[in-house]
């Protein structure tokens, strides 16, 4: 009997990554009937590995197997990581961010949301499942009918269950990712798109300028009634800026963002982003177009976003390798100067920051470090009073980058506008008890974005109708920004839709829909 309730519970020790991913379901609300798929596979999965481990004597197919079977482990630690973390499953959206994902971006993950407990638990746990694996002999394996019956039992489970392997949506995603690169990329990168027609400006000077923020959420912005003062630069330019109070991101993550808010994508007809961008509707429009960047064109594959941008004249990143990243945003500022001196004039400038991307403490320079008392939120701890003062000092220089950049268009007296807004948000310790933006946990505070846009004394007076005042307060998303953009830089062209431009006085307010049934402005 002890030789049995000794098997029992080492296998309970080999189940022991399930047991924890099956109470994390119980414990998110996860459904019943994927909570059951979930647990049937991978059970089934690791029993099949187990099962084929004791039932042989083979030394070699031990060590393969067991090699299998430590990966496989691995794979259910970074399933039960990612569910105890984000509280969701990886889904497609996590996996197109880790394509185009770089070295930095991995080491910046790591250095935020990793323990070194985490690795010296998985790192005990490992080396005691490869003892029982080489030492340990079940009582039952004297009977080889039993391993022999319980690997077909699990290869006909984990067949059924298949459609929740994480390795077959990972290779799925892989592929459908890499075929809708290339297919895009051989419209996007183009500097012109034939689907508009009749595209016009009529200025002969002007000095545009389109800032991309990263990651910062309205809710933690001064700017915004934020409870700490986190924009005293743009503060005190209050009375030239229009705010915009109710403006969400289309998704939670850049790349997924920012596919619609520089294309006619949209979520109903996601396809369109193919047909053109804003890019090219400004070099059809006659402005010569740049791009500067803050961040990497190169992940482990060539980013959607510097796909996009390679359709305007010129582009520099400035950094351009791992070496050369955790620059601060103001090493913009020089590029900037040169451009606004350059002999063409009719510019339009994109800026692509930094901003406060998820290693919050990179984000700004030792001096900008203004918070470190206590601040509010629901959910005490020390790590999440850390996190937030870093969080809001990286809000703080923003606000510095975003204000310098300003303050330099001002200073050129010309026909001249500045539009900023951030591709998403970041719930920092305030829908959860967690911080970052996950497509699967959705929080208000991810999709809820700053929209601001400063105008130029001689822009003005040549929109003498203008009156924005009375708009400040609708409701939009940016997967229609490439209308507000044309609408915003005086460009004609057949497609322009005006009930999809938040500047224009015939827009119609739409659903705003963040994923299949969800409207944004009817959720809880």
């Known amino acids: 009997m002890k030789a049995y309730l000794k098997d029992l519970l080492t296998l309970l020790f080999l189940c022991l990554p399930l047991l924890i991913y099956l109470i994390l379901m119980s414990m998110y609300d996860v459904t019943l009937k994927t909570t059951a798929k979930e647990f049937l596979f991978n059970g089934a999965m690791l029993m099949l590995l187990l099962s084929v481990l004791f039932a042989t004597t083979n030394r070699i197919v031990k ?18 990581g990612v569910l105890y973390t984000f509280y969701n499953f990886i889904d497609k959206a996590v996996l197109y961010t880790l394509f185009e994902t770089n070295f930095n971006e991995v080491k910046g993950f790591i250095d935020s949301y990793f323990k070194w407990y985490y690795g010296v638990s998985v790192f005990v746990y490992f080396y005691i499942v490869v003892r029982i694996i080489f030492s340990y002999r079940f009582t039952l394996e004297k009977y080889k009918i039993v391993p022999l019956l319980l690997i077909f039992a699990c290869i006909g489970v984990g067949y059924r269950f298949f459609e929740r392997s994480v390795l077959l949506l990972s290779t799925n995603t892989y592929v459908e990712y890499q075929d809708y690169t290339s297919q895009l990329s051989k419209k996007i990168t183009h500097k012109e798109s034939t689907y508009f027609t009749n595209v016009e400006n009529d200025e002969n000077e002007a000095l545009y300028v389109v800032i991309i923020g990263e990651s910062s959420s309205r809710r933690n912005m001064g700017i915004y009634d934020y409870y700490r003062d986190t924009n005293p630069k743009l503060s005190q330019l209050k009375d030239e800026l229009y705010l915009f109070n109710d403006v969400i991101s289309p998704r939670t993550h850049t790349i997924l963002s920012l596919d619609r808010v520089f294309s006619l994508g949209d979520f109903h007809n996601p396809e369109l982003n193919e047909l053109g961008t804003i890019f090219q509707l400004a070099n059809q429009a006659g402005f010569t177009t740049y791009w500067l960047s803050n961040q990497e064109p190169l992940g482990l594959n060539e980013t959607l976003v510097s796909l996009y941008a390679k359709a305007t004249h010129h582009q520099n990143f400035v950094t351009k390798t791992n070496k050369s990243s955790h620059k601060l945003d103001e090493v ?11 002999k063409p004039s009719k510019k339009m400038i994109f800026l692509h920051l930094k901003g406060t991307h998820i290693f919050y403490w990179d984000a700004y320079p030792s001096h900008f470090s203004f918070f470190n008392d206590q601040p509010k939120t629901k959910f005490e701890s020390e790590e999440a009073f850390q996190i937030i003062n870093a969080y809001d000092n990286a809000i703080r220089y923003n606000d510095f980058v975003v204000s310098e950049i300003i303050k330099k268009i001002r200073s050129k007296n010309t026909n001249s506008y500045v539009v900023y807004f951030s591709d998403h948000g970041d719930d920092v310790f305030q829908d959860n008890n967690s911080f970052g933006h996950h497509e699967g946990i959705g929080t208000n505070a991810m999709y809820e974005v700053p929209f601001i846009v400063w105008l130029s004394e001689e822009y003005k007076q040549n929109s003498l109708d203008l009156n924005f005042q009375n708009k400040l307060n609708r409701k939009y998303t940016l997967e229609d920004f490439i209308y507000s953009f044309s609408d915003l830089s005086r460009i004609r062209f057949d497609q322009f839709q005006p009930i999809k431009s938040i500047f224009n006085e015939q827009f119609i307010y739409k659903k705003r829909m963040v994923s299949p049934g969800v409207n944004y402005d009817e959720r809880n």
Do not use: A, G, R
């Open 332 to 342: 913009l500022f020089p590029l900037l100067d040169e451009v606004i001196q350059e």
């Open 63 to 80: 060590f393969i197997f067991s090699i299998i079977l430590l990966c496989f482990y691995s794979l259910l630690l970074i399933q039960v």
